[in-house]
């Protein structure tokens, strides 16, 4: 399969707001269920072994006129919830049987309680997760989350979610993370073969897919990469951060690249690779899920970090392992963790003498030449004098 057909299907999953796909996947058998999620990780291994289908719901787009979802909120907090109900008011949700609100900011915490009034009949948790990250204190605390949780979908779904199944599950989605991860390295060494708008598409069209198709997706992927020449660019290397929550227009991303700027990181879609170690698949499942989240989870904003953390090591890491010369810093509007994290990353950046430029977006913004104009002059002075 040629890659443009992989990203032709992709865009199409990613315009379609009425979910078609996922739609067609819970027709396809009776008894089949779907659990949406907040863009923000949330074991989904879990869902899987349940038998049901995890599907990441990220707002709606440049494509969604907000209307209803803005009598909801104050307008002075990020457009991700608002889209969100816009989209269960339209009943373009109402085949979700259940919603989880992972830890992200109070906002979404408060967006988990307006879905519980919005649809009583529906299962509604916000999961949180533990502040202490030791085993003793954060790691039973995260294992009894996750012990609720599976408690809440054997409910919904009428069956017992067995360690084995969910041990399979697990070594399904640690499959899944390596091809991810074989993408994102791809675009690092080779970003013109594999521009950031195909990668980003690639990953949305992980949210509504099986992880079974997903992986096939991006295995195809892969292949068809070495079997096309695409042309090299005189394009600076930056990576993109604080775009882990609310998503950025599409047209963002390719205008960052038009601009002349290869992203050759991220934290757009981070939910599909925030687990950065494989999860083992022997032992107590649920025990390893714990874990695994304490010890091998990405740094971001939407993640506490204990007072010992360096602020910003993982982002520096990420600048040295791509090789790459700048930091762009873009957050959502009134994106309080992204907000309130930068001034400390640019910090660190500027001590480490890497240059950085900073905006804001929402996933509706229209005016791209701004930001053009702004990554564009950004490329311009790396070239010039980094």
């Known amino acids: 399969m040629a890659t443009a057909d992989i990203i032709h299907r992709c865009e199409e999953l990613y315009e379609d707001l009425d979910f078609t796909a996922v739609r067609n996947w819970k027709d396809a058998e009776p008894g089949r269920k779907v659990i949406g999620y907040m863009p923000v990780y949330v074991p989904r291994e879990l869902i899987h072994a349940a038998g049901m289908l995890p599907l990441g719901v990220l707002g709606g787009g440049d494509q969604l006129e907000v209307i209803h979802g803005d009598a909801y909120y104050q307008s002075y907090i990020c457009r991700i919830p608002r889209s969100t109900v816009e989209l269960a008011i339209t009943k373009r949700l109402d085949f979700v049987d259940g919603m989880l609100f992972p830890s992200i900011c109070d906002v979404i915490r408060n967006l988990s309680g307006m879905w519980k009034l919005m649809n009583p009949d529906v299962y509604v948790r916000y999961f949180d997760v533990p502040q202490n990250y030791s085993d003793e204190i954060g790691g039973e605390y995260y294992r009894n989350e996750l012990e609720e949780l599976k408690s809440g979908l054997e409910n919904l779904a009428g069956t017992t979610i067995s360690d084995d199944a969910l041990r399979a599950s697990i070594d399904v989605y640690n499959q899944n993370r390596d091809l991810v991860n074989d993408v994102y390295r791809l675009r690092a ?81 981070l939910v599909t690779r925030w687990l950065q170690e494989p999860v083992p698949t022997d032992g107590d499942p649920l ?12 740094d971001t904003a939407a993640r506490y970090c ?68 702004q990554a564009g002059t950004f490329a311009d002075s790396i070239k010039l004098w980094s």
């Not at 073969?193 to 690639?202: D, F, G, H, T």
Request: glycine content about 4%; some cysteine; aromatic content about 8%.
């Open 189 to 269: 060494e080779t970003p013109w073969k594999a521009p950031s708008a195909e990668v980003y598409l690639l990953m949305r069209a992980g949210m509504v897919l099986t992880v079974e198709e997903h992986s096939a997706m991006l295995r195809d992927y892969l292949d068809a990469t070495l079997q096309e020449d695409r042309p090299q660019r005189d394009n600076c290397r930056v990576v993109v951060n604080g775009s882990f929550c609310e998503q950025p227009p599409l047209n963002l991303i390719k205008s960052i690249e038009m601009a002349g700027c290869y992203i050759v990181d991220d934290d757009y879609m």
């Open 287 to 298: 025990l390893n899920l714990a874990r695994a989240f304490l010890h091998h989870s990405a």
């Open 306 to 373: 204990s007072c010992d953390a360096e602020v910003g090591q993982f982002l520096l890491d990420s600048v040295t392992r791509t090789g790459a010369e700048g930091v762009i810093f873009a957050a959502p509007s009134f994106c309080d963790p992204a907000l309130l994290e930068r001034p400390m990353l640019v910090d660190r950046m500027a001590e480490h003498d890497i240059p950085s430029i900073s905006f804001k977006y929402a996933e509706n913004s229209g005016q791209m030449q701004p930001i053009r104009e």
